[in-house]
């Protein structure tokens, strides 16, 4: 695949997932939000684009198509991630997961009525740092959840 189209594809899904993230940000209650688009649509189309990557390139150069690379060592890894096509197949994967998270927080939050004012910065966390943003969602999860519990 050529340079152009792979920085063009990046463009598109790296800010086509935008307005899904404000959907989870601004309007949480609009039942299609969280639940149906955030939370499965886009997620199984990236999905859906990270395995038409796979097989239109990056596929080749996770199976052993770049010397070296391989998912045993750190050094296999990082000569993975050499190519570019590869590198765009791994960050369509972050923002598929990413944004299912998001969703998740959204959904179980409003379950266990987590105040949705706490619950934006857990997104914001999970939109730029993935795991931190969980990790904050949970750890708001459970204090406000003992807050609830209390007499």
Do not use: Q
């Not at 598929?96 to 927080?105: H, I, P, S, T, Y």
Request: one cysteine or more.
């Amino acid at each position: 695949m050529a340079r152009e189209t792979l920085d063009l594809l990046f463009l598109v899904f790296n800010y086509g997932v935008l307005p899904f993230w404000a959907l989870l940000i601004l309007a949480p209650g609009w039942a299609p939000g969280p639940k149906v688009v955030a939370g499965y649509a886009v997620p199984a189309i990236l999905g859906a684009v990270y395995v038409a990557l796979l097989a239109g390139g990056a596929g080749a150069a996770f199976a052993g198509g770049v010397e070296g690379g391989g998912f045993d060592t750190l050094e296999g890894v990082m000569r993975l991630f050499t190519s570019p096509v590869a590198v765009l197949t791994g960050w369509v994967h972050y923002l598929a997961f990413d944004l299912f998270v998001g969703a998740w927080e959204v959904r179980d939050a409003r379950r266990r009525g987590v105040p949705h004012l706490l619950v934006v910065p857990c997104l914001v966390l999970t939109l730029l740092l993935g795991p931190a943003g969980l990790l904050a969602y949970v750890l708001i999860r459970l204090a406000a959840g003992r807050r609830s519990a209390a007499p």
